[in-house]
């Protein structure tokens, strides 16, 4: 069996059981952004969230938390299918616009911003700080050209649920340093 396979059957299975937990667990959303534990992080002033589809965990009350502590918040915008993504300031309620891949993003005119806390989404999450994602890449290459350019800290937001034993981890996927979920808040310890 190789990696690729292992991480497209992992992908199936846990979108299945995010569509579960999301049905069983709707103040999800809520229950993460209080627990996010600002004293157990380093200090930032951007944070970047992302646009939730189907199932994911919606970020909008946590940006909402984060703005009432003045911090600066942004969404991902992918400009090419295969390229990095840019970080363009948004607040709940703004417009948004289709960006290379449709996904919801703050317009050409919204300012570009560098996060120093990347809220990443995913399928699945390990307790190495492992992570599977929608299988794009966009996160990875973008989270490895942050991380070569100074200090970023990239915490997954997830339901407890999809907690795995290991994610297949290729040489070009990055790890997170934490996991928010509903159920409070995961230090990995990254191996």
């Known amino acids: 069996m190789t990696l690729a396979f292992d ?5 199936l299975r846990m979108r299945g059981l995010r569509r579960r937990l999301a049905a069983e667990a709707p103040d999800a959303a809520f229950r993460a952004a209080e627990a996010l534990p600002l004293d157990r992080l380093p200090a930032f002033a951007i944070a970047a969230l992302y646009y939730a589809h189907g199932t994911e965990i ?5 940006a909402e938390r984060l703005m009432a502590l003045g911090v600066t918040t942004a969404l991902p915008v992918a400009r090419a299918r295969d390229g990095l993504l840019q970080f363009r300031a948004w607040r709940p ?4 616009e289709p960006d290379a891949v449709g996904v919801p993003s703050p317009p050409e005119g919204a300012a570009v911003v560098t996060p120093q806390l990347v809220i990443a989404p995913l399928l699945a999450f390990d307790g190495q ?3 599977l994602g929608q299988g794009g890449g966009h996160y990875d290459r973008t989270l490895a050209n942050l991380r070569s350019g100074g200090e970023v800290f990239v915490v997954g937001l997830a339901y407890a649920g999809q907690a795995v034993d290991a994610i297949p981890m290729e040489p070009h996927d990055q790890r997170l340093d934490g996991v928010l979920t509903e159920a409070g808040y995961v230090d990995v310890a990254k191996g």
């Not at 919606?58 to 946590?62: A, E, K, V």
């Not at 309620?93 to 948004?96: A, D, P, R, V």
């Open 129 to 131: 700080g492992g992570r």
């Open 7 to 11: 991480k497209t059957a992992l992908r």
């Open 58 to 62: 919606d970020p909008t009350p946590l």
């Open 93 to 96: 309620g703004e417009s948004l």
